[in-house]
Nanobody, 120 residues
């Protein structure tokens, strides 16, 4: 029943910016913590960021801290990831996931994903 639809990816030069969106349905979006996860070619899934449902406190992978900003609009059932100063190492498919912890690394919990490619 849970549906997650990611969008906003694309091709960008190093130092550029992208804003990803995740449209959620099938659950009470505002009541759940949400996460972003990415998977680069030949690598396993990597947790990127999370945001609490209530107080909106945010958490980040150390390598993206200061460059990425996670946010949410509960009225629109939408999760966002603003990505600035992008690096080649950020190239991956990005997924949003409902929840927090080990469960969000399970591909069965993801949407279709959106491709982010950082290249000069």
């Amino acid at each position: 029943e849970v549906q997650l639809v990611e969008s906003g990816g694309g091709l960008v030069q190093p130092g550029g910016s992208l804003r990803l969106s995740c449209a959620a349905s099938g659950f009470t979006f505002g009541s759940y913590d949400m996460s972003w996860v990415r998977q680069a070619p030949g690598k396993g899934p990597e947790w990127v960021s999370a945001i609490n449902s209530g107080d909106g406190v945010t958490y980040y992978l150390e390598s993206v801290k200061g460059r990425f900003t996670i946010s949410r609009d509960n009225a629109k059932n939408t999760l966002y990831l603003q990505m600035n100063n992008l690096k080649h190492e950020d190239t991956a498919v990005y997924y949003c996931a409902k929840g927090w912890g080990v469960v969000v690394l399970n591909p069965d919990s993801w949407g279709q994903g959106t491709q982010v490619t950082v290249s000069s």
